[in-house]
């Protein structure tokens, strides 16, 4: 355990930090397997609308370094080739 004063703040903001990253990946894998089941169920106009949803959460968690900006255009594209995949 810790016994400085800054390595007791530092766990502290890493713990919160980590929670706080933990919550926006959960998010973003539940917003990508909407779009999923959409197209699984052949449900296009509920595709769009996930898809819709699913971009910005996307990218607000590359911009907030949760995920690579890289990683999250690589999802987006390959949601998109997908939902275009039904029509």
Known sequence: MA???SAI???KQNEKRNARNRH???TLKTYIKRVREAVENKD???ALEALAAAIPVIDKTASKGVIH??????NVSRLTKLVNTLA
């Open 9 to 11: 703040k530092r766990i």
């Open 69 to 74: 900006k890289a990683t999250a255009s690589r």
């Open 44 to 46: 296009k106009t509920a």
């Open 3 to 5: 016994h400085h004063k």
């Open 24 to 26: 926006r990946k959960s």
